[in-house]
């Protein structure tokens, strides 16, 4: 059964930041793009970064120079480093992990960036 758990979710002031993770079971995560993605109240569910089996990370133009997307195959967990943090950035952010068209997500995990 593959399970995917994010953490590392809260409340921020702007300009503050905060790490996420998300561990995966029942799956051999190397080999499976891992993606972190967000859903503001009232708004589609977007994508913010993507990672490669091989490293390659791809970023929404709304995060680029602000966060880090990466990866530790031998944990079995993902990560997200957000720096700089907007109140735009509040949702919930949600890791997806996906291979040959099969895709598993996480529950998600409240990031608030608030004064």
């Known amino acids: 059964q593959v399970q995917l758990v994010e953490s590392g979710g809260g409340l921020v002031q702007p300009g503050g930041s905060l790490r996420l993770s998300c561990a995966a079971s029942g799956i051999i995560f190397s080999g499976y793009v891992m993606g972190w993605y967000r859903q503001a109240p009232g708004k589609q569910r977007e994508l913010v970064a993507t990672?490669?089996?091989?490293?390659?990370?791809n970023y929404a133009d709304s995060v680029k120079g602000r966060f880090t997307i990466s990866r530790d195959n031998a944990k079995n967990t993902g990560y997200l480093q957000m720096n700089n943090l907007k109140p735009e950035d509040t949702a919930v952010y949600y890791c997806?992990?996906?291979?040959?068209?099969?895709?598993?997500w996480g529950k998600g995990t409240l990031v608030t960036v608030s004064s």
């Open positions: 997806k992990v996906g291979k040959w068209g099969m895709d598993y």
């Open positions: 990672i490669t089996s091989g490293d390659n990370t």
